[in-house]
């Protein structure tokens, strides 16, 4: 057995803070009273300032941010519709997956896992279907697996130039609440999240931001669903109820945390990670190893996927860091297993625990056998927090 505390490092599901678990801590309630939408119809505000829509709608799911996808697709897109999607690690892989599952036909462009999205051949593709024969787009906006944020504003770009009608849907699950988002401004049609990353929570709850676009499609599409269903919910939704039982403890939980990101406020929610994520990266070029993410630009700030030297095995680092350090990194996915280990630090996260996660990451890598500087990550993380990242505007000077 561990005495003390066990720490969490892995992108999702995230720290909860004390604050959003305490209020997850109530009696059931009637779902059917007549004052329950005091409890949910400020939620879908809340949600729409984070996914930050006007024009949109935000739905609320029970089921996590794959629900929320299949919700997505099944209720805009038709049976063969041909879609275009962007291959770059296990996330956009699933997705990949998942279409083919519900009978649509992707064109995937893979690209090597540490790069980005590749709005150019995007672009390219788009403007070749004269006829608008592919329906969506889809983009994960910050790839998990291999800590790379994409240019989704790029995407959309492309997709105006050639005039293509296509929907473009986002996965924003790891992503949206602590990286900059902007659902209406980069015309994204579908956005989707889950509860457990950016937004603080337990998973259970699937979250889709739909614009007017997508709305539209979804009244004249004939792919089948059933339980996720936008007529359904957007009936129910409009006075504050849902077509069934909502997880009405995690409705608090969700309260809660959107007040924790407006009483910080979801720009310096947005610089936190991004002071937090250069501190964590700077820990780890002072280690002298590598980052997934191919360009500077391409890094992420939620998550960093380092890979260990070719003599150590992630998973031996993986192991010692949970049996003896009680700590847990996320692991190397399927073609980065034994090569990565990831550091999440999304969500409730600060200076302490980007510390604490580089000391721990120093020990199990020196335990696995790696030749690490022991100090040296934290060293440089504490410098950077120190002198370089004091203010968010001081913040982009120093990051050049
Ligand atoms: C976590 C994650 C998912 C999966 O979401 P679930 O809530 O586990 O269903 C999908 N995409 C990305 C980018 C993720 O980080």
Redesign the pocket.
Same mark, same amino acid.
């Given at each position: 057995m561990h005495s003390g505390h066990s720490h969490l490092f892995i992108?999702?599901p995230t720290n909860v803070p004390e604050a959003v678990r305490q209020a997850m801590n109530v009696p059931q309630q009637d779902m059917r009273a007549a004052d329950f939408g005091d409890l949910t119809l400020p939620l879908f505000d809340g949600l729409k300032r984070v996914f930050k829509t006007t024009e949109g709608e935000v739905m609320i799911f029970p089921g !996590?941010? /794959? !629900?929320a996808w299949e919700a997505a697709i099944t209720n805009t897109l038709n049976p063969g519709d041909k879609v275009l999607m962007a291959r770059y690690g296990q996330?956009s892989t699933l997705w990949v997956k998942m279409a083919e599952m519900l009978g649509l036909e992707p064109i995937v462009v893979d690209v090597p896992w540490g790069a980005g999205v590749p709005w150019k051949e995007i672009g390219r593709i788009l403007g070749r279907d004269k006829d608008d024969e592919i329906k969506a787009v889809f983009v994960?906006h910050?790839? /998990?697996a291999t800590g790379v944020v994409s240019d989704i504003e790029a995407v959309r770009r492309v997709m105006d130039e050639c005039f293509h009608e296509a929907l473009l849907f986002v996965?924003g699950? !790891?992503s949206i609440g602590s990286l900059d988002f902007r659902m209406d401004q980069w015309g994204v049609d579908l956005a989707v999240t889950?509860s457990?990353?950016g937004l603080m929570m337990p998973?259970g709850l699937g979250i889709l931001g739909v614009s007017q676009k997508a709305l539209a499609a979804s009244k004249a599409n004939t792919m089948r669903r059933a339980y996720y269903d936008f007529a359904d919910m957007r009936q129910f939704n409009k006075d504050g109820y849902f077509p069934y039982t909502p997880p009405t403890p995690l409705l608090h939980g969700l309260r809660a945390a959107l007040g924790l990101i407006d009483a910080e406020g979801l720009d310096n929610v947005i610089a936190r990670h991004a002071r937090l994520a250069e501190g964590i990266r700077r820990g780890v070029a002072a280690w002298g190893l590598d980052i997934v993410a191919e360009h500077r630009s391409l890094q992420s700030n939620t998550v960093t996927a380092v890979r260990v030297p070719d003599t150590v095995d992630a998973r031996e680092v993986l192991r010692i860091a949970y049996e003896d350090l009680n700590c847990s990194f996320g692991s190397g996915l399927a073609r980065l297993a034994g090569k990565v280990f990831r550091i999440g630090h999304l969500g409730s996260f600060n200076e302490g625990m980007a510390l604490t996660a580089l000391s721990l990451a120093e020990l199990a890598l020196v335990k696995a056998g790696a030749k690490v500087p022991l100090g040296a990550g934290v060293a440089a993380a504490s410098g950077w927090l120190a002198h370089g990242a004091q203010t968010p505007d001081k913040l982009v000077l120093a990051a050049e």
């Open positions: 992108p999702g !996590s941010g /794959t !629900s996330f994960t910050n790839e /998990t996965d699950v !790891s889950g457990q990353k998973a």
